[in-house]
């Protein structure tokens, strides 16, 4: 096997190992989300009936907080025609029901009390409850005669859920959280989320501590997110393992504002919601190449209505932008192979002088006008778009439930009856008869003859589409190099 082939070929087998290995043996599948979206109008619907409900219990739990006594709520209720957010005059929110959402809050984060504002006017952490007054559907007006609070609840124009507080008194406050431990097929962990330079993520009953200036706090789960906004102000926080989880101002202030904001993780909403809230979809590093992977599908998918045919066009025009290097990949590895006898009386002539043969050898290469890096290079290239595209199938909820043909119902989901595994190991069989080898060692063929079936095992549990998008990629590599090899 010439040198370019077995780099090529230890880079591959590495990266798959790191990408699909950890991912076989320790993370669980991806969960389908439930996309009835009549149920959630009609949830809506049923909560516009409300207004102010007076001396409505709600039990408040008052594990994470012994100093936060519990207390006598009311709910208030504060909507549009897209979104209903559910507080108790405490502020603490029981429930939010959204049109963009596949979930409600409490069926993502049912743990009674989860998020709770606690108070410090003197010297004691507790929750304070607010007289409330409708302006609107969308506004309330709140006041805490007792300690001098005034302050509003407005749901502005892109459904965010707006919290102003002014006092008379100098205070401080925290927010408390607890969630239980939970994860879902694919890796998917109910989750901390803190925004500030970059995104720190914390699964819920893990013990972490620290401080950071903050733009955005979330919770995480199922791709969805519940995130508090602030205006980017230095906190800390102390994640415990009892799932509980202190986001608690240092500074003492005489004001407060926040807003909420709930929805499913599509990435043009989050955009949209501004605070780089779409730092929450996990592209990680590749991120530079999976955003614009992610526009180009929804780009085809606004055309023809079906992810799969947009994963087949996505995947001709990359194929077709880096031809030129493969085509040099082809024309290199072409000659590779017409000079190999010449490189094997070499090997043989100077077999016990490793030093000339390495001299005779790169003179050789020179003379051919080839490179034995250079078949390897387009493969290098290959794999940042093919962890991207893995990114992109495995965050974006885009992709969730998105049917392709017959029996492939969920792109992001495995091939029921692997039948894309099954032609990926055939495509890629087929490509490696029509690749030049420069080898004729029995046992270097009959690895490089497993190579299909193992990289088919690797990927008969990841998302369909991915495995689309390999099929589809290494057919067209086929025809480019068909088309090379008739030109040269």
Same mark, same amino acid.
């Given at each position: 096997?010439?040198?370019?082939?077995?780099?090529?070929?230890?880079?591959?087998?590495?990266?798959?190992?790191?990408?699909?290995?950890?991912?076989?043996?320790?993370?669980?599948?991806?969960?389908?989300?439930?996309?009835?979206?009549?149920?959630?109008?009609?949830?809506?619907?049923?909560?516009?009936?409300?207004?102010?409900?007076?001396?409505?219990?709600?039990?408040?739990?008052?594990?994470?907080?012994?100093?936060?006594?519990?207390?006598?709520?009311?709910?208030?209720?504060?909507?549009?025609?897209?979104?209903?957010?559910?507080?108790?005059?405490?502020?603490?929110?029981?429930?939010?029901?959204?049109?963009?959402?596949?979930?409600?809050?409490?069926?993502?984060?049912?743990?009674?009390?989860?998020?709770?504002?606690?108070?410090?006017?003197?010297?004691?952490? @507790?929750?304070? &409850? /607010?007289?409330?007054?409708?302006?609107? *559907?969308? $506004?309330?007006?709140?006041?805490?005669?007792?300690?001098? #609070?005034?302050?509003?609840?407005?749901?502005?124009?892109?459904?965010?859920?707006?919290?102003?507080?002014?006092?008379?008194?100098?205070?401080?406050?925290?927010?408390?959280?607890?969630?239980?431990?939970?994860?879902?097929?694919?890796?998917?962990?109910?989750?901390?989320?803190?925004?500030?330079?970059?995104?720190?993520?914390?699964?819920?009953?893990?013990?972490?501590?620290?401080?950071?200036?903050?733009?955005?706090?979330?919770?995480?789960?199922?791709?969805?997110?519940?995130?508090?906004?602030?205006?980017?102000?230095?906190?800390?926080?102390?994640?415990?393992?009892?799932?509980?989880?202190?986001?608690?101002?240092?500074?003492?202030?005489?004001?407060?504002?926040?807003?909420?904001?709930?929805?499913? @993780?599509?990435? &043009? /909403?989050?955009?949209?919601?501004?605070? *780089?809230? $779409?730092?929450?979809?996990?592209?990680?590093?590749?991120? #530079?190449?999976?955003?614009?992977?992610?526009?180009?599908?929804?780009?085809?998918?606004?055309?023809?209505?079906?992810?799969?045919?947009?994963?087949?066009?996505?995947?001709?025009?990359?194929?077709?932008?880096?031809?030129?290097?493969?085509?040099?990949?082809?024309?290199?590895?072409?000659?590779?192979?017409?000079?190999?006898?010449?490189?094997?009386?070499?090997?043989?002539?100077?077999?016990?002088?490793?030093?000339?043969?390495?001299?005779?050898?790169?003179?050789?290469?020179?003379?051919?006008?080839?490179?034995?890096?250079?078949?390897?290079?387009?493969?290098?290239?290959?794999?940042?778009?093919?962890?991207?595209?893995?990114?992109?199938?495995?965050?974006?909820?885009?992709?969730?439930?998105?049917?392709?043909?017959?029996?492939?119902?969920?792109?992001?989901?495995?091939?029921?009856?692997?039948?894309?595994?099954?032609?990926?190991?055939?495509?890629?069989?087929?490509?490696?008869?029509?690749?030049?080898?420069?080898?004729?060692?029995?046992?270097?063929?009959?690895?490089?003859?497993?190579?299909?079936?193992?990289?088919?095992?690797?990927?008969?549990?990841?998302?369909?589409?991915?495995?689309?998008?390999?099929?589809?990629?290494?057919?067209?590599?086929?025809?480019?190099?068909?088309?090379?090899?008739?030109?040269?």
């Amino acid at each position: 096997m010439g040198t370019e082939q077995k780099r090529a070929v230890l880079a591959v087998v590495i990266s798959g190992v790191i990408l699909f290995g950890w991912q076989y043996f320790f993370a669980p599948k991806t969960e389908n989300l439930p996309m009835n979206k009549e149920s959630i109008t009609t949830q809506i619907e049923e909560k516009k009936e409300s207004n102010i409900a007076v001396d409505k219990p709600i039990e408040v739990n008052s594990d994470i907080s012994a100093d936060s006594a519990p207390i006598e709520a009311q709910l208030v209720i504060v909507e549009n025609a897209m979104i209903n957010f559910s507080l108790s005059n405490n502020l603490t929110i029981t429930d939010i029901v959204s049109k963009q959402a596949s979930k409600n809050f409490s069926e993502l984060f049912p743990t009674k009390n989860n998020n709770k504002i606690l108070f410090d006017f003197d010297g004691k952490f @507790k929750s304070l &409850n /607010f007289d409330l007054e409708r302006v609107s *559907n969308s $506004e309330v007006k709140l006041t805490n005669n007792q300690h001098g #609070i005034s302050g509003r609840l407005i749901l502005d124009e892109e459904n965010r859920l707006v919290v102003n507080l002014k006092s008379s008194k100098k205070f401080k406050y925290r927010f408390d959280f607890v969630e239980t431990k939970e994860e879902h097929e694919g890796g998917k962990y109910k989750q901390y989320m803190l925004s500030s330079d970059g995104l720190d993520t914390i699964h819920v009953g893990d013990d972490d501590k620290g401080d950071k200036e903050l733009r955005w706090f979330g919770l995480d789960f199922s791709y969805h997110i519940f995130a508090i906004v602030f205006n980017k102000k230095p906190y800390v926080y102390e994640a415990k393992e009892d799932g509980r989880f202190v986001l608690k101002d240092l500074k003492t202030v005489d004001s407060l504002d926040y807003h909420y904001v709930f929805g499913k @993780k599509e990435y &043009n /909403f989050l955009v949209a919601q501004g605070d *780089n809230l $779409e730092e929450s979809v996990e592209f990680g590093i590749w991120s #530079i190449l999976a955003v614009p992977i992610l526009r180009g599908l929804q780009f085809f998918f606004s055309i023809i209505g079906n992810y799969g045919v947009a994963i087949i066009l996505l995947t001709i025009i990359i194929r077709t932008l880096t031809f030129p290097l493969q085509y040099k990949s082809f024309k290199s590895m072409k000659k590779m192979q017409e000079i190999q006898p010449e490189l094997s009386k070499i090997r043989e002539k100077h077999k016990e002088n490793p030093q000339k043969m390495q001299t005779e050898t790169m003179a050789l290469f020179k003379k051919a006008g080839t490179n034995p890096l250079s078949g390897c290079l387009p493969m290098v290239l290959q794999m940042p778009i093919f962890f991207a595209f893995y990114r992109v199938l495995y965050s974006s909820v885009e992709l969730v439930d998105a049917p392709f043909i017959f029996w492939i119902h969920d792109l992001s989901e495995k091939d029921p009856f692997y039948v894309l595994p099954v032609l990926m190991a055939v495509a890629m069989f087929f490509h490696q008869r029509l690749t030049p080898t420069t080898t004729m060692d029995p046992t270097q063929k009959k690895i490089m003859m497993f190579m299909p079936l193992i990289f088919a095992v690797f990927m008969k549990d990841f998302p369909s589409g991915l495995t689309l998008y390999i099929v589809v990629s290494t057919f067209v590599a086929m025809l480019q190099q068909i088309f090379v090899y008739r030109r040269t």
